[in-house]
């Protein structure tokens, strides 16, 4: 291997390693970089959209290529999340839904006396999660669902700036290296 395939292979590491800290960090600042996700419509009870089980966020992996860097996930459903789109309702989605539903409103606690449903915010937070399940439930199967772009992974202005100071660094090497090379053959 020779100095500048040397050089090359510390640029893609150190662009693997830094672009792959700012992009786990996007689940933490709920953004691609400075640019905020879109909220999510449904009632939201354990935690960020995009961290309610962190599997995606730890499916995300970088190799490094002849070409460069790829970053990859493994979960079917990083590309709609990270790009938007449209998905079709389907049967299975509405068994979930209806799941879904029910699981949010069996938590609801009722007064022994009166029959009712207790007034309080728990009681309340589910209720308004429940309606939400039934909503998509009682959708037509092939009806369309936007889903909108909640970039993690990407080119932007901040990726460019990373990779230029990346570059900018390991570019006095490559100067010292030709510097030496051309003063060793005077």
Not at 56 to 74: C, H, T, Y
Not at 89 to 117: D, L, N, P, R
Not at 121 to 147: C, P
Not at 148 to 169: A, D, K, T, Y
Request: glycine fraction near 6%; charged fraction near 30%.
């Amino acid at each position: 291997m020779s100095k500048t395939d040397d050089i090359f292979k510390k640029i893609q590491k150190d662009i693997k390693v830094k672009l792959s800290d700012e992009f786990d960090r996007n689940f933490e600042r709920k953004a691609f970089f400075d640019q905020t996700w879109a909220e999510s419509k449904a009632p939201n009870r354990r935690g960020s959209l995009m961290m309610r089980t962190g599997s995606l966020r730890s499916s995300v992996n970088a190799e490094l290529i002849p070409e460069g860097v790829k970053w990859s996930s493994s979960k079917p459903y990083a590309n709609i999340h990270n790009e938007g789109g449209k998905i079709k309702v389907t049967e299975q989605m509405k068994k979930y839904f209806w799941a879904m539903y029910y699981k949010a409103s069996g938590g609801i606690t009722y007064s022994a006396k009166t029959k009712k449903a207790n007034k309080t915010q728990r009681n309340r937070d589910l209720s308004t999660e429940a309606a939400y399940w039934k909503s998509l439930a009682l959708k037509k199967v092939g009806t369309m669902l936007t889903i909108p772009e909640r970039r993690f992974i990407g080119f932007s202005p901040q990726v460019e700036n990373i990779v230029n100071e990346i570059l900018h660094h390991h570019l006095g090497d490559l100067e010292k290296y030709v510097y030496n090379l051309l003063n060793a053959k005077n």
